[in-house]
Nanobody
Framework: QVQLVESGGGLVQPGGSLRLSCKAS????????MGWYRQAPGKQRELVAT???????DYADSVKGRFNIFKDNAKNTVHLQMNSLKPEDTAVYSC???????????????WGQGTQVLVSS
């Protein structure tokens, strides 16, 4: 009942920048948190950055100072600005949104399809 559409992945050289975007749509009453996770080949999925309804933000130590997560509440969209990208940032990045559905007020926990980020020269 909640769909996520991601965009913005691709190939970038080390030191470059990319912006990922994720738009949530559907029967949304309230969004509690929005975030980005990534999974590199042969590794477990890990948290990259999250932001909550109060505006609080949390980052993985490996991306602090380089990545910035921000959202557009009116559009139910979250962005991840990634700067000074490194080869070790190469992974499939997935958006996650949690909140409450309209009408039933049930909890939802939705994931995007994932977008590939490749940092290579």
């Amino acid at each position: 009942q909640v769909q996520l559409v991601e965009s913005g992945g691709g190939l970038v050289q080390p030191g470059g920048s990319l912006r990922l975007s994720c738009k949530a749509s559907g029967s949304i009453f309230h969004i509690v948190a929005m975030g980005w996770y990534r999974q590199a080949p042969g590794k477990q999925r890990e948290l990259v950055a999250t932001t909550n309804a109060g505006g609080g933000r949390d980052y993985a130590d490996s991306v602090k100072g380089r990545f910035n997560i921000f959202k557009d509440n009116a559009k139910n969209t979250v962005h991840l600005q990634m700067n000074s990208l490194k080869p070790e940032d190469t992974a499939v990045y997935s958006c996650n949104v949690r909140g409450y559905l309209d009408g039933t007020r049930s909890v939802f926990d939705s994931w995007g399809q994932g977008t590939q980020v490749l940092v290579s020269s």
